[in-house]
C-alpha cells in the first residue's frame, strides 16, 4: 500500500467509521432483541433491554472482555446468572417453575456469607448480568447487604419481583445497587392477575412499585407468562398497553413451558404456531418507538436471536446452591457450597448437551430434551 492509498484509507475510516459503528451496534441488538431501540438512560448510558449491560457502562465492557477471552481460551463462559435467593413466596402462581421442582423445605438456604461468596466466584467467571430471583426475592432480609457486595464495574443487577413489597423496598435496593426491575404481571387487570398468583391485591401493589422504581431512574420491565390460551383472548397486547401506559421500559415474554405447576401440560409441546403468532405480533409494538422494548423470550431462543444458551453462557443457581443449565431446567450440575463454582461451570457447559447453544426455543419446550432437563435434582 503506497502512501495515498494509505491517506485515502484513514481518511474513510475518519469520515465513515462513526455510522459504521452506529450500524453495528444496531445491527447486534437487532439480532439478539429483534429491535434496536433505546428504551432508557440510565445514569447516562443507554439502555436497549434489562437483559444487557447499559452499552458503554463498565458492565459492559466486562460482556465485550469476556467475549474475546472466550474466543483466545477457545472456551464457554458464563455471561448471565439467575440466583434464587430464596424458597419461599407470597403467591401461589399457576405457572411458577420453583415451586413443586426445584423447592425443598428439607434443605438450607444459603447463608449471607455463602450467597456473597458465590457472587465473587460468578463474577471471577465473567458473569456480567446477574438476575436475582426466588422463590419472592424481597422476602430475604439480607438481600441489601447481599447485593451491596457486588462488584457493579462487572456486572450489572436485575430483580425480579412480584411486586408485593416493591413499594417499600424500592429506595434501599437503588442504594444497595440494582440497576433495574421486572416486575411480574401475568394479566392486565387486577381480578385475572391475582386469581393468577392466588395472591389478593398483588396486581395493585406491583403497579405501585413500578411508579416508585420508575421515580428513582432505574430501569423498568414487565416480566409476564403467557399461555396459548391467554395469547388468543387478546391478554398480551393488553399487557403491553398496561406497559406503555405506565411509562414502562420493557416487557418480557416467557411463553408458558411444560415445567413446575405445568409439567402435565404435554401439549405445550405440541402446538408452537401460536409463538411464531406472537413474535410476529411483538414487531408491532418493536417498531413503534411509542411502546416499551418488547422480548419474546422464544425468539432470543431461536436460531434468529442467540438460541438457548443454558449451560453455554448462562446458568441457575438454586438457594441451595445447586447449580443448573436455567431456571426451567433441573439437571444438576453439582453444588457450590461443596466445590468451586468453576467446576460445576465446567462439567456442565462440556456436556455435549450444552456444549453450544441449541435453536427452537427453550430445550425444555423440546420433548426430546425433556428427560434429561428433569433429572438429577437433589432430594436433600
Known sequence: ??????????????????????????????????????IHYRNGYPVYSL??????????????????????QNKNTPNLMSFAINDVCDSKCEHCSFFGRIDNKKRKVMTTKEAIGALKSAQELGVSVINFVGGEPLLRED?????????????????????????????????????????????????????????????????????????????TGISCVVTPESFKSGEFDKIVELAKKNGVHEVLVFDSLPVGQLQSRDDLFKNQN????????????????????????AYATSHRGAGCAGGTSYFYLSPYGDMSPCDFNGQYFGNVLKEPLYACWERMTNDPIYHSS????????????KKSCNQNIPKK
Request: glycine residues 6%; positive net charge; contains cysteine.
Open 143 to 219: 438481600l441489601p447487604e447481599i447485593i451491596s457486595s457486588i462488584d457493579k464495574n462487572l456486572s450489572t443487577v436485575i430483580l425480579f419481583t412480584n411486586g408485593s413489597h416493591l413499594l417499600e423496598k424500592a429506595e434501599i435496593l437503588k442504594q444497595s445497587g440494582v440497576d433495574g426491575v421486572y416486575i411480574s404481571i401475568d394479566a392486565a387487570g387486577a381480578i385475572k392477575h391475582d386469581k393468577i398468583r392466588h395472591n389478593r391485591g398483588v396486581f395493585n401493589k406491583a403497579i405501585q412499585g413500578i411508579k416508585k422504581v420508575k421515580q428513582l431512574g432505574l430501569t
Open 51 to 72: 437483559s444487557t449491560p447499559a452499552l458503554f457502562s463498565p458492565p459492559s465492557a466486562n460482556f465485550f472482555t469476556r467475549l474475546l477471552f472466550r474466543i483466545i
Open 274 to 297: 401460536w409463538i411464531e403468532d406472537l413474535i410476529e405480533r411483538s414487531k408491532i409494538y418493536n417498531n413503534d418507538k411509542s411502546y416499551p422494548g418488547v422480548l419474546i423470550y
Open 1 to 38: 500500500m503506497n502512501l495515498w492509498q494509505k491517506i485515502k484509507l484513514k481518511w474513510f475510516i475518519i469520515s465513515h467509521g462513526l455510522n459504521y459503528s452506529v450500524n453495528f451496534v444496531e445491527h447486534i441488538y437487532k439480532v439478539y432483541l429483534n429491535h434496536n431501540k433505546i
Open 358 to 369: 441449541t435453536w427452537g426455543g427453550c430445550k425444555v419446550r423440546n420433548s426430546k430434551y
